[in-house]
């Protein structure tokens, strides 16, 4: 392997959102990944496809249609993905797609629990009860358990929604690690007063799914380039069954050989949180705050995402500060605003 002085480290973190993405996206990841001999971490969602509720929000959201027309999002997720839960019934993901969930844990990669009903996670767990809250994690977990016949280790939250209530619920199962958030290096989080401590991985690279709708990332060259030129170090970089497995498997090929041109290698989110719990002390705690992103130039939001990250995060390339009273999270020449 040549080793420049831009050595970069990447986990993949693999999140399985739709029933389509699990049925056909996890195949087609499962060879490219192999082809690579990389390892990764796939977070499973076992409950209803309601994605067509998704999707009908954006029906009535401002801006939808050049949202729609420059992320292309129907030929992204698949026509019958964006009518599930609305004109046709929801397909319960594990149920429908068991053999495609075992086949990732016997090719070797590491598993995880994502959500059980994925779309009403992130549009209503701030409102949810903490029994609601406990219900809907207790059958991911039931679910997980069943399918690959241990507990999970680690867990993964639906669109980076996390609060206090959940993660009182998820320190009680005594995970490995969450990965819950974005930006920065991992973490003890503390909220309401309460340094929780279970280790939170985040999140630290933008996603494919989200650069696509970048107006000045308008080809698959500036893609390719963007991530190629992503900062070096550790990187967290959560991809889509329904995504990169699927209409923009070819874009994540040549990201990874890219990567792999540059000498960048592949870890396990695990390894990351062994790393980091092997000096337990001089991991920080950080405070979480709240965040939708948006993109500043487009003036629109290029995802429908709150999500937790630590503010007070510094890194020369990425970095977020406080600029006239909102966040602000530079990625290279683009600028996300944190609202
Ligand atoms: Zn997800």
Known sequence: MRRGFSVRRVALKVDCDTYVGTRDGIPRLLEILDARRIRATFFFTFGPDRSGIAARRFFTTPGFLQKMLRSR???LYGFPTVLYGTLLPAPVIGEKCEGAIRSVAQ??????VHAWDHVAWQD???RWPEEKIAEQNGFAHAAYE???GEPAPASAAAGWAANARSLAIEEERN???TSNSRLGAPFFPKSNGRVFRTLEIPTSLAT???TLSWPQLNDDESQRRFFREAPGGTQVHTIHTEVEGRSKADLFERILDDWIADGTSFVLL???AREALSQREEVPVRDLARARLKFDRARRPFARRSGWFSPRWADPSWSIS??????RWFIGSGTVRII
């Open 208 to 210: 494919l799914d989200e």
């Open 322 to 327: 406080r600029f006239s009273g909102e966040w």
């Open 124 to 126: 209503y767990l701030d």
């Open 107 to 112: 090719a070797g990669h590491e598993t995880g």
């Open 146 to 148: 069943r399918i690959l």
């Open 73 to 75: 999002a129907a030929s």
């Open 175 to 177: 995970l490995l690690y």
């Open 270 to 272: 695990s390894q990351l």
